[in-house]
């Protein structure tokens, strides 16, 4: 039996869907709270606990999810009684080993670039994946296994992977790293540990100042890169671009997604396949075939009123989530809806999140939730952002909000968080019904 210590997580409740898909016996715990990420473990079957030491058994297989404290009760009792206790990421890097094994690291983009690589390699080959947006898949017979690899705590140097992806360098987590080179240090370090090859994406002057002594390549759109990109044409339904490799004419690919951050993780994709020897018709079918993940740019509507919900939570992807919307309905008015995760990150790029918040033609700021774990030395709240941005009103998930929020239709509402800021524009869309 398998028991997860806070199964919701996203990570977590797809290892768990994975496990009792090879017919393993699996439970979790976790706070009562509904998670979007828990569907998918209850319709698997999963019983889902509340938090007790009563649920560790002796004879459990016990793993652990990365934000819990060591003093949390259940982990007092696994540690005390089961033989086999593991951290998540230490579970996975073990986990791996029997496959040929994709991992996808870097600040932005891996969620999506993990699920554009899964997709296309499941066209051609048995393909198991785990992804950042709770999706979790195992295969009869899987070949590869593909891993979204996060930096924080320095977790992704448990895995060894065959080949690995990395997407770019900005300097993030800063309740953990000291500064910029110490970010960079954790992802040298990770790079260099990769078994056949990583490719890294050139245009990044972070990624470019690595040193890495591993087997390597670099794609991007300079000149200067293994694979690069030309001819790109992006219009508001998606873009096509021909590859070169080495700088001969690789094959001309299309992409039905919208935003150069896109091409760039298509890029990533597209090297990681050339290294491993995969046809040019195989993952040209393979990408234009994608549409995106969960919570990654997803699109609803209502009347004339449209709800964009994307995991943005750092400025840059702030800024490249609202400049794929503008070019995607240029004649519409863009509203931010924005829910902080963490307060450090909030307080030191507080200039980036305004800079890139402003891009909007309207700003709407959710407070934290209030569970968001306060770092020390960080006591602050929502009014540290909106009393620096004027034109910005705070809205919460109430009628009074919703009301504020529908005076600015029609037009795009972007909510954009970790957290569960898809609440407050289900919150608007519902009392657009009623209006």
Same mark, same amino acid.
């Given at each position: 039996?398998?028991?997860?210590?806070?199964?919701?997580? /996203?990570?977590? /409740?797809?290892?768990?869907?994975?496990?009792?898909?090879?017919?393993?016996?699996?439970?979790?715990?976790?706070?009562?709270?509904?998670?979007?990420?828990?569907?998918?473990?209850?319709?698997?079957?999963?019983?889902?606990?509340?938090?007790?030491?009563?649920?560790?058994?002796?004879? =459990?297989?016990?793993?652990?999810?990365?934000?819990?404290?060591?003093?949390?009760?259940?982990?007092?009792? &696994?540690?005390?009684? #089961?033989?086999?206790?593991?951290?998540?990421?230490?579970?996975?890097?073990?986990?791996?080993?029997?496959?040929?094994?994709?991992?996808? #690291?870097?600040?932005?983009?891996?969620?999506?670039?993990?699920? =554009?690589?899964?997709?296309?390699?499941?066209?051609?080959?048995?393909? &198991?994946?785990?992804?950042?947006?709770?999706?979790?898949?195992?295969?009869?017979? &899987?070949?590869?296994?593909?891993?979204?690899?996060?930096?924080?705590?320095?977790?992704?140097?448990?895995?060894?992977?065959?080949?690995?992806?990395?997407?770019?360098?900005?300097?993030?987590?800063?309740?953990?790293?000291?500064?910029?080179?110490?970010?960079?240090?954790?992802?040298?370090?990770?790079?260099?540990?990769?078994?056949? #090859?990583?490719?890294?994406?050139?245009?990044?002057?972070?990624?470019?100042?690595?040193?890495?002594?591993?087997?390597?390549?670099?794609?991007?759109?300079?000149?200067?890169?293994?694979?690069?990109?030309?001819?790109?044409?992006?219009?508001?339904?998606?873009?096509?671009?021909?590859?070169?490799?080495?700088?001969?004419?690789?094959?001309?690919?299309?992409?039905?997604?919208?935003?150069?951050?896109?091409?760039?993780?298509?890029?990533?994709?597209?090297?990681?396949?050339?290294?491993?020897?995969?046809?040019?018709?195989?993952?040209?079918?393979?990408?234009? /075939?994608?549409?995106?993940?969960?919570?990654?740019?997803?699109?609803?509507?209502?009347?004339?009123?449209?709800?964009?919900?994307?995991?943005?939570?750092?400025?840059?992807?702030?800024?490249?989530?609202?400049?794929?919307?503008?070019?995607?309905?240029?004649?519409?008015?863009?509203?931010?809806?924005?829910?902080?995760?963490?307060?450090?990150?909030?307080?030191?790029?507080?200039?980036?999140?305004?800079?890139?918040?402003?891009?909007?033609?309207?700003? #709407?700021?959710?407070?934290?939730?209030?569970?968001?774990?306060?770092?020390?030395?960080?006591?602050?709240?929502?009014?540290?952002?909106?009393?620096?941005?004027?034109?910005?009103?705070?809205?919460?998930?109430?009628?009074? /909000?919703?009301?504020?929020?529908?005076?600015?239709?029609? &037009?795009?509402?972007?909510?954009?968080?970790?957290?569960?800021?898809?609440?407050?524009?289900?919150?608007?869309?519902?009392?657009?019904?009623? =209006?």
């Amino acid at each position: 039996m398998y028991h997860f210590i806070g199964i919701k997580g /996203s990570g977590m /409740s797809a290892l768990a869907c994975i496990l009792k898909s090879m017919g393993n016996d699996v439970q979790g715990s976790d706070i009562e709270k509904f998670v979007f990420t828990e569907q998918a473990v209850r319709d698997a079957g999963i019983p889902i606990l509340p938090f007790s030491k009563d649920n560790i058994k002796k004879d =459990m297989i016990v793993i652990v999810g990365n934000h819990f404290p060591s003093t949390h009760e259940e982990i007092v009792e &696994a540690r005390k009684i #089961c033989d086999k206790v593991y951290l998540y990421h230490e579970f996975l890097g073990e986990f791996m080993e029997k496959y040929t094994s994709f991992s996808v #690291c870097g600040t932005h983009g891996k969620t999506t670039t993990t699920g =554009m690589l899964s997709h296309t390699l499941e066209k051609i080959m048995p393909t &198991a994946y785990l992804i950042g947006d709770s999706t979790g898949r195992m295969v009869e017979n &899987a070949e590869n296994f593909v891993l979204e690899s996060c930096e924080y705590k320095r977790h992704f140097m448990a895995y060894h992977p065959d080949y690995a992806i990395l997407t770019n360098i900005d300097l993030d987590h800063v309740d953990y790293y000291k500064d910029l080179e110490d970010y960079k240090s954790a992802f040298e370090a990770f790079a260099n540990q990769v078994k056949k #090859c990583i490719v890294m994406f050139g245009d990044d002057e972070n990624v470019r100042s690595l040193n890495v002594t591993v087997n390597h390549i670099y794609y991007g759109l300079n000149d200067n890169n293994d694979i690069q990109a030309r001819n790109i044409i992006e219009t508001g339904t998606g873009m096509k671009f021909d590859v070169y490799y080495n700088n001969d004419f690789f094959g001309e690919f299309e992409l039905n997604l919208i935003g150069h951050h896109l091409l760039w993780d298509a890029l990533g994709v597209i090297a990681v396949c050339i290294v491993k020897g995969i046809s040019y018709e195989e993952i040209r079918d393979g990408l234009v /075939s994608f549409k995106g993940t969960k919570r990654r740019f997803e699109v609803s509507t209502l009347g004339e009123n449209i709800f964009v919900d994307d995991y943005a939570h750092h400025p840059t992807a702030i800024r490249v989530t609202l400049e794929a919307a503008r070019l995607r309905w240029p004649d519409k008015k863009i509203v931010a809806v924005y829910k902080p995760d963490r307060y450090s990150r909030l307080v030191i790029l507080i200039e980036d999140f305004i800079e890139a918040l402003n891009l909007a033609d309207e700003v #709407c700021l959710v407070p934290f939730n209030e569970n968001t774990l306060k770092e020390e030395g960080y006591d602050i709240d929502i009014h540290y952002i909106a009393d620096r941005m004027p034109n910005s009103i705070i809205v919460r998930e109430d009628e009074e /909000s919703a009301k504020k929020m529908l005076e600015f239709a029609p &037009a795009v509402y972007i909510g954009m968080s970790t957290k569960d800021v898809y609440k407050v524009l289900e919150n608007v869309k519902k009392y657009q019904k009623i =209006m």
